[in-house]
């Protein structure tokens, strides 16, 4: 159950959203919409589908940046130590 406490002074405005985050943070709203209409267990079963294949896409993505953001750091990196090797000394100096 969600309670809240009005504060001395508190305009109704304010209290009806701290009210409204309350309820989303419960995901009271969340399950107002998912209940609002019946569901036949089929389809359950293929909405839950899609939000699993959303989700592995989803991770594909983040795993498919991850590496390339890694690579670009690799390469990046092994430029930066070519630049930074000694330089040797010529053999046309004279000594």
């Avoid at 002074?9 to 107002?32: H, Y």
């Avoid at 293929?46 to 294949?53: D, P």
């Avoid at 959303?54 to 940046?65: G, V």
């Amino acid at each position: 159950m969600i309670r809240l406490e009005l504060k001395s002074n508190e305009p109704i405005d304010k209290a009806l959203r701290r009210f409204k985050k309350v309820c989303d943070r419960e995901g009271l709203t969340r399950d107002i919409r998912k209940n609002s209409y019946y569901e036949k267990p089929s389809e359950q079963k293929k909405r839950r589908q899609r939000e699993a294949e959303k989700e592995r896409a989803k991770q594909e993505r983040l795993l498919r940046k991850k590496k390339t953001k890694n690579r670009k750091a690799r390469v990046k990196a092994k430029k930066d130590s070519r630049s930074f090797s000694p330089k040797r000394p010529s053999d046309n100096s004279d000594d």
